[in-house]
């Protein structure tokens, strides 16, 4: 298939390799609202450029990345360069070698199985030390410092962050989940305690954003939209995208297990609540574009996805 033109790209380009000559492209069709494009040269190491109608998103992105290389062992794909063009904002990293998780994952070995779930553990936790805020909701740039653009959080401003974007989660279900709605909601509501540290919410940390390397996990490659948020609420997520999405529920609780033993080798585990799983399956469940979200591998069809998360959010209501 033809690569369509694009000025912007070739400008891009200009500035980061100006006088290497380009022998192909591929746009990576990803579930992101970025257009990510693999550049191969001819006499040079090939790059990813990622592309965002909104320059902030992308200057967002780009700092995150940077600071999660410094402050972490979490592997992310270098970055090599950023900034805007035509009203756009522009990424540029390194091409990091590997196989897509997503597709990989139900064919690796259970013990590899068991090490990929231990190191997104490991690798959250880390996170969750390297990156401390002092309010909840989607993270900015402040004077190049990465930030909430907040005052200090007070108990009632998790509950006020969280019950919104819990209640937001519960309404965009579809009908399917009518009979069951008021009991999600009613946990959200009865969701009470002492404001949490409000930490790096990386809600996308999952195979289907990372590339895997002779069983080790080669880079993870998405960053966009980071929030900050209670700890115990991206770990329900994480656990739900990496130890729940593939495999059986038996299997499931093995690498929920190494999950969080992965998470404890950093520091100590956050008391995940009803409150905190309702929220992030019930966020897992609809994608952005308002779709059902699809588990497995091969995805299974929109019935038994459907089906699927409605057994969790059961389960986490009994």
Request: net charge negative; hydrophobic share 40%.
């Given at each position: 298939?033809?690569?369509?033109?694009?000025?912007?790209?070739?400008?891009?380009?200009?500035?980061v390799r100006p006088s290497q000559r380009v022998d192909?492209?591929?746009?990576?069709?990803?579930?992101?609202?970025?257009?990510?494009?693999?550049?191969?040269?001819?006499?040079?190491?090939?790059?990813?450029?990622?592309?965002?109608?909104?320059?902030?998103?992308?200057?967002?992105?780009?700092?995150?990345?940077?600071?999660?290389?410094?402050?972490?062992?979490?592997?992310?794909?270098?970055?090599?360069?950023?900034?805007?063009?035509?009203?756009?904002?522009?990424?540029?990293?390194?091409?990091?070698?590997?196989?897509?998780?997503?597709?990989?994952?139900?064919?690796?070995?259970?013990?590899?199985?068991?090490?990929?779930?231990?190191?997104?553990?490991?690798?959250?936790?880390?996170?969750?030390?390297?990156?401390?805020?002092?309010?909840?909701?989607?993270?900015?740039?402040?004077?190049?410092?990465?930030?909430?653009?907040?005052?200090?959080?007070?108990?009632?401003?998790?509950?006020?962050?969280?019950?919104?974007?819990?209640?937001?989660?519960?309404?965009?279900?579809p009908a399917a989940f009518d009979s069951v709605r008021?009991?999600?909601?009613?946990?959200?509501?009865?969701?009470?305690?002492?404001?949490?540290?409000?930490?790096?919410?990386?809600?996308?940390?999952?195979?289907?954003?990372?590339?895997?390397?002779?069983?080790?996990?080669?880079?993870?490659?998405?960053?966009?939209?980071?929030?900050?948020?209670?700890?115990?609420?991206?770990?329900?997520?994480?656990?739900?995208?990496?130890?729940?999405?593939?495999?059986?529920?038996?299997?499931?609780?093995?690498?929920?297990?190494?999950?969080?033993?992965?998470?404890?080798?950093?520091?100590?585990?956050?008391?995940?609540?009803?409150?905190?799983?309702?929220?992030?399956?019930?966020?897992?469940?609809?994608?952005?574009?308002?779709?059902?979200?699809?588990?497995?591998?091969?995805?299974?069809?929109?019935?038994?996805?459907?089906?699927?998360?409605?057994?969790?959010?059961?389960?986490?209501?009994?």
């Amino acid at each position: 298939m033809t690569t369509p033109p694009n000025p912007s790209l070739d400008r891009i380009l200009s500035q980061v390799r100006p006088s290497q000559r380009v022998d192909n492209t591929t746009i990576v069709e990803t579930g992101n609202r970025k257009r990510t494009t693999i550049v191969r040269f001819v006499d040079d190491e090939s790059v990813v450029v990622q592309q965002s109608d909104d320059p902030a998103v992308a200057r967002i992105e780009a700092a995150l990345v940077a600071a999660i290389a410094e402050r972490t062992s979490v592997p992310v794909a270098p970055l090599l360069a950023s900034g805007t063009d035509s009203g756009e904002g522009w990424l540029v990293t390194s091409l990091v070698e590997g196989e897509d998780l997503h597709e990989r994952f139900v064919d690796l070995g259970s013990e590899i199985q068991r090490q990929l779930a231990a190191a997104f553990g490991q690798y959250l936790a880390e996170l969750h030390e390297a990156f401390r805020f002092d309010s909840y909701g989607p993270i900015g740039l402040e004077n190049g410092r990465l930030d909430t653009g907040r005052q200090q959080s007070s108990g009632d401003d998790w509950q006020d962050w969280f019950g919104g974007f819990a209640d937001t989660s519960i309404e965009r279900l579809p009908a399917a989940f009518d009979s069951v709605r008021p009991r999600l909601q009613a946990v959200v509501q009865d969701e009470a305690g002492d404001a949490p540290p409000p930490r790096l919410f990386p809600w996308d940390l999952r195979p289907g954003n990372a590339l895997v390397d002779d069983g080790q996990l080669a880079a993870h490659v998405d960053w966009e939209g980071p929030l900050a948020a209670d700890p115990a609420l991206s770990v329900a997520k994480t656990e739900y995208l990496v130890a729940d999405w593939y495999v059986s529920p038996e299997q499931a609780d093995m690498l929920r297990a190494a999950f969080r033993v992965g998470y404890r080798s950093v520091r100590s585990l956050p008391v995940v609540r009803p409150a905190h799983r309702v929220a992030a399956i019930a966020d897992t469940a609809v994608d952005s574009r308002g779709s059902v979200t699809k588990p497995r591998y091969p995805p299974v069809d929109r019935e038994a996805a459907v089906a699927f998360h409605r057994r969790a959010l059961e389960q986490t209501l009994r």
